[in-house]
Structure formats: C-alpha cells, structure tokens
C-alpha cells in the first residue's frame, strides 16, 4: 500500500524485539511514509540510534533535555506530525506508564501529547504477559481508544515457549495500514465466531480434546472487528487473545458452545464456525480421578452446531471450517450441503503450514459455485481474505 504523504511515529523501547522494528521502518519507508522515531534509553541498549537514524532518514529523539538541535517544544511537535504512533516493542512497564498517566521520559511524554491513534506491540515474558498487572493496563488502555497488534505463542528470547513474542513486521505494518485506511464493508453487521477447542471430562482431572489453538478463529474474529463488525467470539480454551474489541462468550464444552450460538443466532448477519468442538462426549464422567489398570469410555455424540444453524439461519450466512486428512474437495463439498453452508472453508491438516496451531494456513475455499485455493499464508492475512469471500457470496 502507497503511504506517500503519510507521517508514522515509531516508539521503541527496552526489549530484544527491537531488532524488528528495524524492518517496521524500513518497510514503511518503501512504502513512501515519512517515518520518525523515539526511543527509550533502554531501547538504546538493543539497537543503536544510527541504525534507527539511517533507517529513517530523521534524527532519533531518545533525551527529553539535550539540545544539540534547533530548540522547539519537541515533544508536541514530534506528536503532532504523526498520523499514526507505533509503538514497537511496548513492554510492560511502558504499559503500566500510559494505563496509569507517568510520563517521565521523551516517549511517555509524547504519547501523551499525541492526537493520532495509537497501536501497541506488546512484547514480553509469558508470565509478565499473563499478570494481572498487564492484563489491567492492556483493559485501560483499550477503553481509552489504544489498539494492539499482537504475534503468536511461541519460543521467546528468554528460552521459554510461551505466548508475549512481539507481532511480525509485516503484521505490524498491516496494522498500521488498517488503521490508515480502515476497510468498513462489515458496518452495522454483527458477526459471530466461534474458536478454540472444547473439552469434554472424563473425570475431575482428565478430558477429551484436540489440537486446536483458536489462532484462525481469533484472527477472524479480529479482522471483522477491524472492518466495522460488531464481534461475537464464541470462544472455547483459546491460547491465543484477541487483538480488538469484541464481546467473548467463554465457554468450556461442547454442549455450552452449542448453547452459547444458539442464543446469538437471532442477531447475526455472519456465522464463522472456526472453532474445532469435540464430536463426542463420555455418556457420564467420573466424579473422582479413575485409579485402573484399564479404561473403557462409553462415547455419545455431541450436538452437531453448524448443522443446527444452517437448518435456521434464513438470511444469515453461514461459513464453516473442514479440517481434512484426505479427499479435501470431495469431503469439503459434503459439508457444504449437510450443513446448508455458504461457504466452507477446507484445509488439509496433514501439509506443512497448514491447520492447528500455527501461525499460517493453507485451504481451499467451496462454495456452491466452485472451488478456489488458496496459497500458504498468515492466519492474520486469510483472516480477511475469508471476509471478503463471505460477503461476495449471496445467500442460498
């Protein structure tokens, strides 16, 4: 996308994630943004302020007092050029600084100042990542209109697996370019997504479930917010969060999830069915842990949620996910008509880059008219490629 005209702000502070933000800026800048840069002191430590200077072609701010330029109210002036600020990476203690209104450095302050919107980067330790701490600023901030961009669960700097990495580059800069230039097809839509894996007990320690992180669903459900969509995330053990605003349904099994559609149904415009809900149940869990040698369950089927809203989803479309090990198409097409689908959206779980729990996809999109696949490509990405899919389609 041409930014030609545009003017980004780019904050960096203290983490190992700094490195990226190196490509943050060299992409915006191919893309023809004028692009400005702040860092903390302790940003200063991971890269250096020529890296960031030569990136951007401007001088790097990272001192509130020194004055070896023109002199002006630098911070105001650094806010009000900017039509967009990112910060990247935006650890938890920037975090805590905005939620709680400290602004004792150059980037505090500017933020402070700043008139544009504003999208984080979080970037830090699992475990600082799920505090209470971060998980209360992340609410503040959110409420005060901040947005957040964030990357999948995995290996982090600090040798753990876990969620907290900071968005890719070119998710950051998508991000960005979201914002610039809104795409508002959804408004006045309310879209319901469901995501995550259920669970089903077989006693107070065990269950049933499956590979499924929520990533595809979350995505979704992130996209259509983006795009005007009122969001309904029907959302069952997720590993991952959502991004934007939207209204969450938590809910554990199977049976809950078919409950917690049902009673959304009525105000829906769209029906994503991304989520992966166990097939079957244990006819009756064990109240306490089972202690044997050996272990008979006794399985019952579980109500089929996407069949049920097709029976009535009048007006609504309805699109569903085929998660297949082999005849992709053929399965896909079976769906398509069992579930009075609109679309379905079918992948080969058994390719690499494809399915549960991780970062890209590869399906193919059946629709009553044909079959169109789709390349390799991030979740975050196909996310909107689907949106576009479901709202080309008429209804059957």
């Known amino acids: 996308m041409n930014l030609a005209g545009k003017t980004i702000a780019v904050g960096v502070t203290g983490g190992i994630a700094a490195y990226k933000t190196c490509y943050v800026v060299s992409m915006l800048k191919k893309r023809g943004a004028e692009v400005y840069v702040a860092m903390t002191q302790n940003a200063c430590k991971f890269v250096s302020r020529l890296t960031f200077e030569t990136l951007s072609g401007h001088r790097v701010v990272d001192d509130m007092w020194k004055r070896d330029f023109e002199w002006e109210v630098e911070h105001i002036s650094f806010a009000r050029r900017a039509d967009l600020f990112v910060v990247a990476p935006c650890t938890l203690n920037m975090t805590g600084k905005l939620a709680s209104g400290i602004a004792d450095d150059f980037l505090s302050t500017t933020l402070f100042a700043a008139q544009c919107p504003v999208i984080l980067a979080p970037a830090m330790n699992t475990a600082m990542f799920d505090s209470a701490a971060y998980r209360e ?37 998508a991000a960005i370019e979201e914002k610039l230039f809104p795409k508002r097809d959804y408004e006045g839509k309310t879209v319901l997504v469901t995501a995550g894996a259920t669970r089903e007990d077989i006693d107070p320690v065990r269950y049933i479930t499956n590979r499924s992180s929520g990533k595809m669903g979350c995505a979704i459900a992130d996209a259509a917010a983006r795009r005007g969509a009122d969001v309904i995330l029907v959302e069952a053990n997720m ?16 049976a809950e999830m078919y409950d917690a559609v049902m009673a959304n149904l009525s105000r829906c415009d769209y029906i994503i069915k991304a ?75 058994t390719q690499a880059g494809a399915g549960f729990d991780c970062d890209t996809n590869i399906v193919t999109f059946i629709t009553a008219s044909g079959a169109e696949d789709i390349s390799v490509m991030k979740k975050t990405e196909l996310a909107d490629l689907i949106l576009d899919k479901l709202a080309s389609l008429k209804t059957i």
Do not use: Q
């Open 275 to 349: 989520a992966a809900p166990a097939d079957y149940r244990v006819e009756k869990a064990a109240e306490n842990k089972i202690k044997s040698d050996s272990l008979t369950l006794k399985l019952v089927k579980n109500p089929d949620i996407a069949a049920a809203v097709g029976a009535i989803k009048g007006k609504a479309k309805l699109a569903v996910f085929a998660a297949e090990t082999e005849n992709l198409k053929t399965n896909a097409r079976n769906k398509l008509i069992k579930k009075n689908a609109d679309l379905v959206i079918a992948n080969d779980v």
């Open 239 to 254: 590993r991952v969060e959502p991004s934007e605003k939207v209204e969450r349904v938590k809910v554990n099994t199977t």
């Open 137 to 173: 600023n992340e609410n503040k901030l959110r409420e005060r209109g901040y947005s957040f961009v964030y990357g999948g669960a995995g290996r982090l700097a600090c040798g753990e697996v876990g969620a907290g990495r900071m968005a890719e580059p070119e998710e950051i800069v």
